[in-house]
């Protein structure tokens, strides 16, 4: 079976870090990017970011850059999201999700704020940002 869980979010005062992951498998994990994204409550969900299947190439939502990196470790089938300098705004249950098509047609989505037709979805972990 596939699975994708994301784990490790929790509360942190404003500008504080956090390092959530991202398990998987039942799938080729590298043949797959990955992304993050997030829901807070009342809003649609968004991407924050994405890492290629070679993790060579990254990709980050305007608000987050420079404040969080994403990496993988393909021989661990595990992919982190490294946020710091964390603000209220970005509370919000944070997913992992993996697609197979193109990486160029996957940031291209993202960037114009799609973020439906990916291959797989985990559950997510809550991420709370107190002011």
């Known amino acids: 079976d596939v699975q994708l869980q994301a784990s490790g979010g929790g509360l942190v005062q404003t500008g504080g870090s956090l390092r959530p992951s991202c398990a998987a498998s039942g799938f080729t994990f590298d043949d797959y990017v990955i992304g993050w994204f997030r829901q807070a409550p009342g809003n649609e969900r968004e991407g924050v970011s994405c890492?290629?299947?070679?993790?060579?190439?990254?990709y980050y939502r305007d608000s987050v850059k420079g404040r969080f990196t994403i990496s993988r470790d393909n021989a661990k089938n595990m992919v982190y999201l490294e946020m710091s300098s964390l603000r209220p705004e970005d509370t919000a249950v944070y997913h992992c999700?993996?697609?197979?098509?193109?990486?160029?047609?996957?940031?291209?989505?993202?960037?114009?704020?799609?973020?439906?037709?990916?291959?797989?979805w985990g559950k997510g972990t809550l991420v709370t940002v107190s002011a």
């Open positions: 890492i290629s299947s070679s993790g060579g190439s990254t």
């Open positions: 999700a993996a697609d197979k098509r193109p990486w160029v047609s996957i940031i291209a989505r993202m960037g114009r704020g799609y973020h439906h037709g990916w291959d797989y």
